[in-house]
């Protein structure tokens, strides 16, 4: 029995060497393989998330390129907005002030106008009794002239009447001496 006890050992070590070296050498070309397997797979696996990462970055590249495109774009459309209410303020802030100049002016005008009337009415009073002077310095003018005819011809007939006297008295004279 001595003798099973190391025969069957060595008969079942050279049926496990003969499936080991059996195995051993499908074993390494199967692992060779799965190992070129993954190394190919993560060859095409890096190849592609290179390819991937460049589409990434160039879509990166495209989004911002946009974002950037947009953003000038709202940027000028916000200018624009900016700019056309400032005008739109600038345009109102011009036309009150105009308003308010042009009312001041209204009621300067306004008030220069009633003054003006005033004093128009004032110079038509002035007139009026300027042409009421005027036509009564006309009468007085008149019956001025034909007080001074009047005086003329009564001083006319004064002298008339101071010759006709010193006649009378000459001849009185004349007489009393050719009475005497």
Not at 104 to 127: A, P, S, T
């Amino acid at each position: 029995m001595n003798k099973v006890y190391i025969i069957v050992p060595l008969i079942a070590l050279a049926v496990f060497g003969g499936f080991y070296m059996n195995f051993s050498k499908g074993y390494a070309a199967k692992i060779e393989a799965v190992q070129a397997k993954e190394a190919e797979e993560k060859k095409l696996k890096a190849k592609l998330e290179v390819e991937n990462r460049e589409k990434a970055i160039q879509a990166a590249i495209e989004a911002q390129a946009k974002r950037k495109l947009e953003r000038e774009a709202k940027e000028k459309l916000d200018e624009d907005k900016r700019t056309a209410r400032q005008t739109a303020e600038d345009k109102r802030e011009r036309a009150f002030s105009d308003r308010n100049k042009l009312a001041d002016q209204k009621r300067r005008l306004e008030k220069d106008l009633l003054e003006v009337k005033e004093e128009v009415e004032k110079i038509e009073k002035q007139k009026k009794t300027y042409l009421d002077e005027q036509a009564f310095l006309k009468n007085y003018i008149k019956q001025a002239e034909a007080n001074v005819k009047a005086y003329y011809d009564l001083l006319d007939k004064l002298t008339l009447a101071e010759k006709a006297r010193a006649e009378a008295a000459a001849i009185a004279a004349a007489a009393a001496k050719k009475n005497s």
